[in-house]
């Protein structure tokens, strides 16, 4: 069982269903005047439809520059520099930009952090929402405006008919936030990546923002890959959690197995750090020590540093994905000991 | 806000008293005026009488107070070498001049506002990287001296356009317009364009800056990660977000291109205030040299005046979005 290649170690929480997407051996690195920055290091995991995937980790740590890779909007220098992106079955990392642009909110949604930032402060949110509706759908400015109203109404926006027509300043956060979510909606994409779409919202509005994007992934199957460092809301949301570490994946499984048994140390450092899950893990609250930089990443595994488990095999060889009965980790003591 | 506006506009007023004691002071430098005005058999009664008249045996400071009270009615009083009253020879100048300078500036953002983007868009690329080292020239070649280039060139040369006068015009009322007839619409490409090139490079570095500034924005990466195409989102939505700046730019430098525009008049003979001004200079008319200085001051002050306040009205909104 050690020895599972990684791809086939990457089980989806369906395995029937065909993923919408799937990430194979995925690489970004950036050029730079000392050498090439590995920003991603050899990523791997499916998104099944309807399916919610956490992925969590220090800043730092790679969460954002997935996302970007998937909807290929790494700002240059960057690049993927190795690897595969499948998008229902048909190999994207490689499309010409003219495809990949229509592909771009068509199929792949997005939700930025800041709500505040993500609107054009010049336009009226119907216009931005009938806008991406008429790029992708080529319907009539009526068709779209009518549609933007509908999309209001199912993200929760109160009386939508004079909504449409009001400027993203006259919104709160919170519904600012709804806003931005009818735009990732607004062309029916079959994935939607949100990257920590309720950092920058008042606590009280996150657990709502949250319910809301778990509804709709229910309702219209679209998948989700949740970028996010709060462990508190991937508990309450997620399908599965991806936990990323140093520009590398360390630990993929179901939400539930991994708040009650998680296999990684750096794992359990994260789950420690949840105030309302403290008490399941009474042994490991902290992690002690940073995140590595890219340019400074030690030899072996990443986190072997910090690692309270280390021994001598993590110090030099690096520990490969490998399967346990729920999911996958990177981790010696998973792979036959760390000595 | 109103404590603002008073401040503002109380501002503006002790500019322009300020201004109107510069130009007083000329008068002052000047000498004495009834030596001037009076010929040579004129007796001391005589003198004595029109000084009297003119208010010139008044303190210095109730002078002043007069000058400004008559200034703010537009009362100049008379040209010393032509006797005519010199709000009228102003006035019958300042559509020549008001046009040129309305033109440069239209010049000046349609072919700097595509200049910008176009920059700002392809930064990197030999083209774009030219236009901006072009662009120094722009910004640092004396005015005159671009004059002169274009006279020489597609008016000597190739003869393309006049470079001296304003070709004919139309009277509407008081207004009188080069720009109903061929003649004056030729007249004023060149001068036009000599007035306008400083600006271009403004307006160009300005948009150019801007729309790097934009274009980093989060609402530009979310309508590309939203599918939108490039040109919908450099020409729209980059585009649009900076024009407040050039808006601004283009309003606060109307009067600065008043006031360059003397160069430019005295180089086409365009008969504006500012070859008015230029002339009065070599006859010592020193009214008419008063008078430009504190009509140019007004415009320049009332204009900075109403962006600043404009800015006001709508700054409240933009702070109100960044809570
Ligand atoms: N232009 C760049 N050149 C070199 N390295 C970069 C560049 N942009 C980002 N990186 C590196 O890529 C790594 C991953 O960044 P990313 O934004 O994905 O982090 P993150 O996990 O989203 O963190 P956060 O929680 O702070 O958003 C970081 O270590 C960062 O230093
Ligand atoms: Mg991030």
């Not at chain 2, 003119?54 to 009270?69: H, K, M, N, S, W």
């Not at chain 2, 300005?206 to 020409?235: C, N, Q, T, W």
Request: proline letters at 6%; aromatic letters at 6%.
């Amino acid at each position: 069982m050690p020895d599972t290649a990684p791809a086939e170690a990457v089980a989806t929480a369906s395995p029937t269903a065909e993923p919408v997407l799937s990430v194979r051996n995925l690489s970004v690195s950036f050029p730079g005047r000392r050498g090439v920055l590995k920003a991603l290091d050899d990523i791997s995991f499916d998104l099944a439809p309807g399916e919610i995937l956490g992925m969590v980790g220090e800043s730092g740590a790679g969460k954002s520059m997935t996302g970007l890779a998937v909807q290929r909007l790494l700002e240059p220098p960057g690049h993927i520099s190795g690897g595969e992106v499948h998008l229902l079955g048909a190999r994207i990392d490689q499309l010409p930009e003219s495809q990949m642009e229509r592909l771009r909110g068509k199929q792949i949604g997005a939700i930025f952090q800041d709500p505040l930032t993500s609107l054009n402060p010049l336009f009226t949110v119907g216009h931005q929402i009938a806008e991406t509706i008429r790029v992708h759908l080529g319907a009539s400015r009526r068709e779209a405006m009518d549609q933007a109203r509908d999309l209001l109404r199912r993200v929760g926006i109160p009386s939508p008919d004079e909504r449409v027509n009001h400027y993203p300043h006259q919104f709160s956060g919170g519904m600012r936030q709804r806003v931005v979510i009818a735009l990732a909606l607004a062309a029916q994409p079959r994935l939607i990546i949100a990257d920590e779409p309720t950092t920058a919202l008042d606590v009280s509005i996150q657990a709502q923002i949250m319910s809301l994007l778990r509804r709709l992934c229910d309702e219209t199957g679209v998948a989700m890959l949740l970028v996010t460092h709060d462990m508190g809301v991937i508990a309450q949301t997620a399908d599965r959690i991806a936990v990323m570490y140093a520009g590398r994946l360390i630990e993929l499984a179901p939400v539930q197995e991994v708040l009650r048994q998680p296999r990684h140390p750096y794992t359990r450092g994260l789950i420690g750090a949840i105030p309302a899950l403290r008490k399941r893990v009474p042994r490991l609250t902290q992690i002690d020590g940073s995140m590595p930089r890219l340019d400074a990443i030690p030899p072996g595994c990443a986190f072997n540093p910090r690692c309270p488990d280390a021994g001598p095999r993590c110090r030099v060889d690096r520990p490969e994905l490998t399967a346990t009965p729920t999911g996958i980790v990177a981790c010696w003591m998973n792979a036959g000991g760390v000595t | 806000m109103l404590a603002f506006l008073i401040k503002r506009i109380g501002s503006a007023i002790l500019v322009m008293l300020a201004v109107a004691f510069l130009a007083f002071l000329i008068f002052a430098v000047a000498g004495d005026p009834v030596e001037m005005m009076v010929n040579e058999q004129a007796t001391q009664a005589d003198r004595d009488a029109l000084r009297e008249r003119l208010g010139l045996d008044q303190p210095f400071l109730v002078q002043y107070f007069t000058f400004v009270i008559n200034a703010a009615q537009g009362e100049f009083g008379i040209s010393y070498q032509t006797q005519r009253d010199v709000m009228s020879l102003i006035a019958s100048r300042l559509p020549a001049t008001l046009e040129l300078v309305f033109i440069a500036s239209m010049l000046s953002l349609i072919v700097g506002i595509p200049l910008g983007v176009i920059t700002a868009i392809h930064r990197g690329k030999w083209f774009s990287e030219g236009l901006q080292f072009l662009s120094i020239f722009g910004v640092s070649l004396p005015s005159f001296v671009i004059a002169i280039l274009l006279i020489l060139v597609f008016s000597v040369w190739l003869g393309w356009a006049p470079g001296f006068g304003r070709g004919e015009t139309v009277a509407l009322g008081w207004w009188t317009t080069g720009l109903l007839t061929p003649s004056g619409r030729n007249a004023i490409i060149l001068p036009a364009i000599a007035l306008a090139l400083y600006e271009i490079t403004l307006v160009m570095r300005i948009v150019r800056a801007e729309m790097l500034e934009v274009l980093r924005s989060d609402f530009v990466k979310f309508a590309r990660a939203r599918g939108v195409p490039r040109r919908i989102i450099h020409y729209r939505h980059a585009l649009r977000n900076c024009l407040m700046p050039v808006a601004t730019l283009t309003a606060m430098n109307f009067g600065t291109l008043i006031a360059f525009a003397l160069v430019t008049e005295t180089v086409f003979q365009w008969p504006g205030m500012g070859l008015l001004f230029i002339q009065a200079v070599l006859n010592l008319d020193f009214p008419i040299m008063a008078a430009y200085l504190v009509i140019i001051s007004a415009i320049f002050v009332t204009l900075n005046t109403l962006v600043d306040i404009i800015y006001a009205v709508i700054d409240p909104r933009l702070r109100q979005e960044k809570v």
